[in-house]
């Protein structure tokens, strides 16, 4: 935490010795010049954002394994003149890359780059072909976020140089975020103390932003540990004391449970430790619980319910409990006039052009997933996201404690195809393809297009700061989860990522020798029949 204030702070310090720069009055004029600068670079960088989407997308590593991930995107970082500050909050994959011009707004861009377990799956081919059996894979699509935001900051970042603008851009790493694990860390370690704004992006499949409350939950993450004594199975099993029984009849009280809990709210669980052998009596056990409501009072009442049947459950067996917090995320609050701005841009991008190659892919995904709507990718915007009305339960993301922190949205890109299961192999489909490769691209005109408008513009910056001070916050405070001594959960996926590494390793994405990762692969894009 120190460390990265002192480093933010040195930078900041640096930048006021070139203050000028933020007395700069910019016409209408100039404003939609520099847009227009900005959104030509990234298209003509679409190339080294394909190259890092299929990259990303070929090492494949599980949260808080993206040692591959991580070191590539900041090593591109680096080059271009980023500070790069690694393992802050004590995650070895986790680093901050800062960027200064001089005095004026502090920017974050934040993406996740963590996939899923068991989604290896063959690029551009809509069946079930894994690339490495039971493998992971990017069946969420958080291998296109970051390239996205390195592109859209490095066109930023020519047009600041060679304008003069000030400012400061920072990029950071959404790590674990299928754990939920990471950001609220952030929070409390003071990462975001001195930012001014974050915008967010997640692989969807429209372009598209909100603001307000938006539609599904927040969560505490828990693992429940018990410990007894072992003893013979069939020998003297009346010596031993089953930390089995007790985590099975903590899940046994708390789906007895389940019937009372109000339809917004949700909980699932698994089984960590279940012993050993069968005739041996099992000393340790475990079992962890997502527990999810649209509130944070609702989530915190749910996690006290639990903690005292997992008490209750120790009572019964005679064995002793202990939990551990490994993850959390708040409800999601989107800033108002950050995402009134972005859409502005959204639909001054409009959609990629599909061609019939992509439409033929994503309606073959549809149909083989058996999707309710076989209508291939989306040909029109969405419309702005409006805040919800009536609460919508649904996922989490970890996102939610930084929206509570700063002025934050999510810009939604469309790199994936609508209509399919999530945390799939299916998602992975598209996500090293034409369609995966355009939708960044768009993506990354829209948010290059909005920092601009943040740095040129500074009554925007006092606008959303207004909404967040006098309308998010006014009666709903933030309070962390987590405490100050709890240490993120970095031990999760070591043993997955660990056994699938080495076959993975033999096709990560060799860009010198392959023009697309599908062409290293061997795929004929589409292919849509086994």
């Known amino acids: 935490m120190k460390t990265s204030k002192i480093l933010l702070s040195g930078i900041l310090l640096f930048a006021g010795l070139t203050a000028a720069t933020a007395q700069k009055k910019y016409s209408k004029s100039q404003v939609k010049k520099f847009k227009a600068e900005v959104e030509a670079i990234v298209e003509a960088n679409k190339k080294q954002t394909q190259v890092m989407v299929d990259k990303i997308f070929s090492f494949a590593e599980l949260g808080f394994q993206e040692e591959e991930s991580s070191k590539y995107l900041t090593g591109i970082l680096e080059e271009n003149g980023f500070t790069i500050e690694h393992s802050i909050s004590n995650i070895p994959t986790a680093w901050f890359a800062t960027w200064s011009n001089g005095e004026g707004p502090v920017i974050a861009l934040g993406s996740d780059v963590d996939c899923i377990p068991k989604a290896s799956q063959y690029p551009g081919v809509a069946y079930h072909k894994p690339i490495v059996e039971g493998a992971p ?23 600041m140089e060679k304008e003069g603008i000030g400012g400061t851009l920072i990029l950071w790493p959404g790590i674990a975020e299928e754990l939920v694990a990471a950001k609220a860390w952030y929070v409390r370690d003071g990462l975001f103390d001195d930012i001014d704004m974050c915008i967010f992006t997640h692989v969807s499949s429209n372009l598209s932003v909100s603001w307000g409350p938006t539609r599904g939950t927040g969560l505490i993450s828990v693992e429940y540990m018990f410990e007894g004594e072992s003893a013979h199975s069939a020998g003297a099993p009346w010596r031993g004391r089953s ?13 007895y449970k389940r019937e009372h809990l109000h339809p917004l709210k949700r909980s ?45 459950a120790a009572l019964m067996t005679g064995t002793t409990m202990t939990s551990r917090v490994l993850g959390t995320a708040w409800p999601r609050h989107y800033n108002k006039v950050i995402a009134e701005t972005m859409y502005e841009n959204i639909k001054e991008v409009g959609l990629p052009e599909w061609t019939d ?19 291939g990718l989306p040909t029109e915007l969405s419309e702005i996201g409006l805040p919800v009305v009536e609460p919508v339960s649904g996922g989490s993301d970890d996102i939610g404690d930084i929206s509570w922190k700063i002025p934050t949205v999510t810009m939604r890109f469309p790199s994936n195809i609508p209509g399919l299961p999530g945390h799939h192999w299916a998602n992975a489909i598209a996500m090293a393809t034409p369609i995966a490769h355009k939708g960044a691209t768009a993506g990354a005109k829209a948010e290059a ?10 009554e925007l910056l006092t606008q959303a700061w207004d909404y967040f001070n006098n309308e998010q916050t006014k009666e709903t405070k933030y309070e962390p989860m987590i405490s100050a001594d709890d240490m993120p959960p970095t031990f999760l996926n070591k043993d997955k990522q660990d056994m699938f590494r080495p076959a993975l390793e033999e096709f990560y994405y060799d860009e010198t020798k392959y023009d697309t990762y599908l062409e290293q692969l061997g795929v004929e894009y589409p292919t849509v029949k086994e």
């Open 243 to 255: 930390a089995l029984d007790a985590a099975e009849l903590m899940n046994v009280g708390w789906n």
């Open 449 to 458: 297009m909005t920092i601009m408008d943040f740095l040129l513009k500074p």
């Open 137 to 159: 894979g990017h069946g969420e699509g958080h291998n296109s976020g970051i390239p996205l935001n390195i592109t859209s900051a490095l066109a930023v970042k020519q047009v």
């Open 357 to 375: 190659a992509d439409q033929e892919l994503a309606k073959a995904v549809q149909t083989q997933v058996e999707s309710r709507k076989i209508e």
């Open 268 to 312: 699932h669980s698994i089984f960590t430790d279940a012993g050993d052998q069968p005739n041996v009596v099992p000393s340790k056990a475990g079992i962890w619980y997502y527990f999810r409501d649209i509130t944070y009072e609702g989530i915190m009442e749910m996690y006290a319910e639990a903690n005292d049947i997992a008490k209750g």
